[in-house]
């Protein structure tokens, strides 16, 4: 079984900065691309960030030149630098992985979510 565990969020007060961690564990071959999530209330889960295992990444518009992820292959963890934060980054932020087990299938895992809050 793969879990995916964020960590990080936390209430911050706008122009600020918080750095989440996603960790993976279980039993797996390899984990390929990892992406972080939002969803705000009221609104549809979309994506933020995404980084391949070759380190190639994509952004949403809005947090471009913000946000940064990045991730440890060895550790098999995922990081998101947010900085410049504002109020409208307010949401749950979702951990997903492209997940390869050892039975040969690719799962597509969801942690549980990180509260991030940015006070204006």
Same mark, same amino acid.
Not at 87 to 94: N, Q
Not at 113 to 117: E, I, L, M, Y
């Given at each position: 079984q793969v879990q995916l565990v964020e $960590? =990080? #969020?936390? +209430?911050?007060? $706008? =122009? #600020?900065? +918080?750095?989440? $961690?996603?960790?993976?564990?279980g039993s797996f071959v390899s984990i390929d691309a990892m992406?972080?999530?939002r969803q705000a209330p009221g609104k549809q889960r979309e994506l933020v960030a995404r980084i391949?295992?070759?380190?190639?990444?994509?952004?949403?518009?809005?947090?471009?030149?913000?946000?940064t992820i990045s991730r440890d292959n060895a550790k098999n963890t995922a990081y998101l630098q947010m900085?410049?934060?504002r109020?409208?980054?307010?949401?749950?932020?979702?951990c997903n992985a492209d997940?390869?087990?050892?039975?040969?299938?690719?799962i597509y895992p969801w942690g549980q979510?990180?509260?991030?809050?940015v006070s204006s």
């Open positions: $960590s =990080g #969020g936390g +209430l911050v007060q $706008s =122009g #600020g900065s +918080l750095r989440l $961690s996603c960790a993976t564990s992406a972080w999530y391949t295992s070759i380190r190639s990444t994509n952004y949403a518009d809005s947090v471009k030149g913000r946000f900085s410049s934060l109020p409208e980054d307010t949401a749950v932020y979702y997940v390869l087990t050892r039975a040969g299938r690719l979510g990180t509260q991030v809050t």
